[in-house]
């Protein structure tokens, strides 16, 4: 997750279709402008399908680029969700609240 400008942070689930700040397997709530979550195919709740959560704070509008990466075929075997790959964008968006996605791995 690549922070444009506001706050929010970074859900995923495997199961949930709506991660958020009360309900997540995985997360990154750093005070960073980019957000990474990683997971490993060894993670007990590695699945085919995770959602994705986005929750923007405060007042203002937050605007951000949500980046979906999937790298299998390395040695460490990990699905990442990235902000610093540019392969299989999702779409930026522009948002004051929560937004979720799946992505299948």
Same mark, same amino acid.
């Given at each position: 997750?690549?922070?444009?400008?506001?706050?929010?942070?970074?859900?995923?689930?495997?199961?949930?279709?709506?991660?958020?700040?009360?309900r997540?397997?995985?997360?990154d709530?750093s005070?960073?402008?980019?957000?990474?979550?990683?997971?490993? *195919? @060894?993670d $007990?709740?590695?699945? =085919?399908?995770?959602?994705?959560?986005?929750?923007s704070?405060?007042? /203002?509008?937050c605007?951000?680029?949500?980046?979906?990466d999937q790298?299998?075929?390395?040695?460490?075997?990990?699905?990442? *969700? @990235?902000? $610093?790959s540019?392969? =299989?964008m999702?779409?930026?968006s522009?948002?004051?609240?929560s937004? /979720?996605s799946?992505q299948?791995?």
């Amino acid at each position: 997750l690549k922070i444009k400008h506001g706050d929010a942070n970074l859900y995923a689930h495997y199961e949930h279709d709506k991660p958020s700040i009360a309900r997540y397997q995985w997360y990154d709530e750093s005070p960073a402008m980019q957000k990474v979550i990683e997971i490993a *195919t @060894s993670d $007990a709740k590695f699945s =085919n399908w995770f959602y994705i959560g986005v929750h923007s704070f405060g007042a /203002s509008a937050c605007e951000y680029e949500l980046v979906v990466d999937q790298d299998m075929t390395d040695s460490s075997t990990t699905t990442s *969700t @990235s902000a $610093a790959s540019t392969a =299989n964008m999702l779409g930026s968006s522009s948002s004051s609240s929560s937004s /979720s996605s799946e992505q299948q791995s």
